[in-house]
């Protein structure tokens, strides 16, 4: 692969971390807005499933630029 390949790759990794990272805060949102019962728990589900996804992809994106030999932050570190 060439590097603006490479390059693009990371990028596309970055902005799916931030859109989860979005996607947790709209539904952290909803779930502080809804009742208690089922729409709150429907929320929380979702706001659980965006943040495993952010991480998931924060571990690849980082595994990524190790195998790049970029220099590699700790996964929680910001993107």
Avoid: C, W
């Avoid at 990028?11 to 947790?24: H, V």
């Avoid at 996804?53 to 996964?75: A, C, F, I, N, S």
Wanted: charged share 40%; hydrophobic share 35%; net charge negative.
């Amino acid at each position: 692969m060439s590097g603006e390949t490479e390059k693009e790759i990371l990028g596309i990794l970055e902005d799916a971390i931030q859109r989860e990272r979005a996607a947790f805060k709209l539904y952290s949102r909803g779930r502080e807005l809804a009742e208690k019962g089922e729409l709150e728990k429907v929320f929380s589900m979702l706001a659980e499933e965006e943040q495993n996804h952010e991480k998931l992809l924060r571990q690849v994106y980082y595994d990524y630029k190790k195998k790049l030999g970029l220099k590699v932050l700790h996964p929680d570190d910001e993107i």
